[in-house]
Nanobody, 115 residues
Framework: QVQLVESGGGLVQAGGSLRLSCTTSGSIFSGNTMAWYRQAPGKQRELVAS???????DYGDSVKGRFTLSRDNVKNTVYLQMNSLKPEDTAVYYC?????????WGQGTKVTVSS
C-alpha cells in the first residue's frame, strides 16, 4: 500500500511560519513530481506548489514569494516552507506524487492561520 505521510500542520498566527513535510517510499518519490495541494472549506482543491524530479518548482499565484518547496532525495521527503501566512491560507494541505502508475495522495494535514 502506497503511503505518503504528511506532518507539520497546526495553528499559527497571521504573519507566522510553518513547515510541512511529506515522506514516502523511494519507489514513489524517486524521479517523480511531488506537489502540495490545499482545500479550504467550501472551495475546490488547488495546487499550492510542485517540484519535479530534477528540482524545478512551480507555485500557485497566491503563494508566490511566501512559500518554498524543496525535496531531499536521500530522505524521500519534500518540504513546504510557508512564511508570512495569511488567514486565507487556512486549509487542509495534501501531498501528492505523480507517478507513471497514477497519482498518490496523503491523508492531509490541517493548517489554520488566525487573524
Amino acid at each position: 500500500q502506497v503511503q505518503l505521510v504528511e506532518s507539520g500542520g497546526g495553528l499559527v498566527q497571521a504573519g507566522g511560519s510553518l513547515r510541512l513535510s511529506c515522506t514516502t517510499s523511494g519507489s514513489i518519490f524517486s524521479g517523480n513530481t511531488m506537489a502540495w495541494y490545499r482545500q479550504a472549506p467550501g472551495k475546490q482543491r488547488e495546487l499550492v506548489a510542485s517540484i519535479t524530479g530534477g528540482g524545478d518548482t512551480d507555485y500557485g499565484d497566491s503563494v508566490k514569494g511566501r512559500f518554498t518547496l524543496s525535496r531531499d532525495n536521500v530522505k524521500n521527503t519534500v518540504y513546504l516552507q510557508m512564511n508570512s501566512l495569511k488567514p486565507e491560507d487556512t486549509a487542509v494541505y495534501y501531498c501528492s506524487a505523480a507517478t507513471i502508475a497514477g497519482a498518490y495522495w496523503g491523508q492531509g494535514t490541517k493548517v489554520t492561520v488566525s487573524s
